[in-house]
């Protein structure tokens, strides 16, 4: 689970789903979420080689290598094998094609916010 030591007692105090997600911590999972879509080549607004070098870079951008997609998880207090794990299943199940006429944005931004950390865990993979 998240937690917000920096959050005085009393206001956003319950257990419950997203109640502990900063708006911090929820930016760089919607960084993360927007670079799934990206590397599913969904609602990406460019074309030709722009659009291609898009999917090309973000599908690169997955990989426990990559310092700056091991910080963003970091911020975002998720793991990055666990990001990478998710990402290769929704891009083996053709998530572009299940959620063709979907709003994916809405179901990933969902679906990845509603995973908490534990704060005893200490993400640093970036260093």
Not at 47 to 56: C, L, P
Not at 77 to 84: D, G, K, Q, T, V
Not at 112 to 124: G, L, Q, W, Y
Request: net charge positive.
């Amino acid at each position: 689970m998240i937690l917000n030591k920096d959050t005085p007692q009393g206001i956003n105090t319950s257990q419950g789903e997203g109640s502990a997600i900063t708006p911090c911590v929820l930016m760089y999972r919607c960084v993360i979420v927007r670079a799934i879509m990206d590397a599913l080549d969904v609602d990406i607004h460019a074309w030709g080689n722009a659009r291609d070098n898009i999917i090309k870079d973000a599908i690169d951008w997955f990989s426990m290598k990559d310092y700056q997609f091991c910080l963003v998880c970091d911020y975002a207090n998720l793991e990055p094998s666990f990001i990478i794990k998710k990402y290769k299943q929704l891009r083996d199940a053709n998530a572009k094609k299940l959620f063709r006429g979907k709003n994916l944005n809405k179901f990933l931004t969902h679906y990845i916010c509603s995973f908490h950390e534990d704060p005893t865990m200490k993400n640093n993979y970036y260093g």
